[in-house]
Nanobody, 126 residues
Framework: QVQLVESGGGLVQAGGSLRLSCAAS????????MGWFRQAPGKEREFVAA????????DYADSVKGRFTISRDNAKSTLYLQMNSLKPEDTAVYYC???????????????????WGQGTQVTVSS
């Protein structure tokens, strides 16, 4: 497994921006697809965005399309999530996740990922 550590969360007003980072260690970062998920209080964990191991393919939840951008820097072993035009409904704990080595395809299902970070809180005030 790979160790993942998220950072960059915080409190922001509606309409503002945040950039989340996820630093990876423990295996070759470029060996698998990765994703971002989020979980609000009382709700199930939901898919936000995913990216292929090369960064050439991405996928987004409909609720964040056009506002969020996922990217990765394989040289720095870091995954990013740029979040713009934030809304109060974006408030949640955000988690980065990595697929098992050799799983190159993007998936939106949490069960498709075998390594998870501890999460970072994002709070958007109205």
């Amino acid at each position: 497994q790979v160790q993942l550590v998220e950072s960059g969360g915080g409190l922001v007003q509606a309409g503002g921006s945040l950039r989340l980072s996820c630093a990876a260690s423990g295996r070759t970062f470029s060996s698998a697809a990765m994703g971002w998920f989020r979980q609000a209080p009382g709700k199930e964990r939901e898919f936000v965005a995913a990216i292929s191991r090369s960064g050439g393919s991405t996928d987004y939840a409909d609720s964040v399309k056009g506002r969020f951008t996922i990217s990765r820097d394989n040289a720095k072993s870091t995954l990013y999530l740029q979040m713009n035009s934030l809304k109060p409904e974006d408030t949640a704990v955000y988690y980065c996740a990595a697929r098992r080595v050799g799983n190159y395809a993007i998936t939106t299902s949490p069960s498709g990922y075998d390594s998870w970070g501890q999460g970072t809180q994002v709070t958007v005030s109205s």
